[in-house]
């Protein structure tokens, strides 16, 4: 198994359903599931950083993450790859380090160049062409910790965290 160094997360379509929601005034609504936050502190608990990269420019997706204490979100961001690679140079290591779940066109760059690639269960099926682990949860349901519990599991630190916390 890689060693990954990093987590790098898409957010609509994984942390949430992919739906905008829009009232009578314009305001945008997300509805995030609170489980995602688990896979962010099981990550946490072993030095593993989290890093959001999103198409969307949203001050709801800065308030999550800033929530979360994620310490790395790029939002608005159209090339994903390049920011991924520019973080990986910050923080000194490879893509072949980094996993990365996305569900859409955006993510296909990074999904082909990360060393661990991964999709909600209701992303394209040419997405889930794409990638190394297809999680068995849909966007929204929390897929994001699905898949931090999942490689935690098969390295074999997932009981290590579960203890610690």
């Known amino acids: 198994m890689i060693n990954i160094k990093l987590f ?18 314009g305001n945008e ?13 099981f990550l946490r608990q072993l030095g593993i950083p989290t890093a959001i990269i999103t198409g ?6 800065r308030r999550r993450a800033e929530k ?5 979100l790029y939002q608005g961001i159209k090339d994903k ?14 893509l072949e380090n980094v996993a990365y779940i996305g569900d859409d066109i955006g993510d296909m760059l990074l999904l082909k160049q ?3 690639s991964a999709c909600p269960q209701n992303a394209p099926d040419y997405i889930k062409a794409l990638v190394q682990w ?6 929204g349901d929390g897929a ?17 965290v579960l203890k610690s916390i």
């Open 114 to 116: 990360v060393g661990l």
């Open 68 to 72: 979360l204490k994620i310490p790395y």
């Open 8 to 25: 790098i997360t898409d957010i609509d379509g994984v942390w949430t359903d992919g739906g905008m929601y829009y009232d009578q005034t």
């Open 56 to 61: 969307e420019d949203t001050e709801i997706v």
């Open 81 to 94: 790859l390049s920011v991924a690679q520019g973080l990986c140079e910050k923080l000194a290591i490879s």
């Open 144 to 160: 994001f910790r699905a898949f931090v519990e999942e490689y935690l599991e098969r390295v074999g630190k997932l009981e290590e």
């Open 29 to 41: 609504w997300k509805k995030f599931n609170t489980a995602d936050s688990a896979g962010v502190l």
């Open 134 to 139: 297809v999680i068995p949860v849909r966007g």
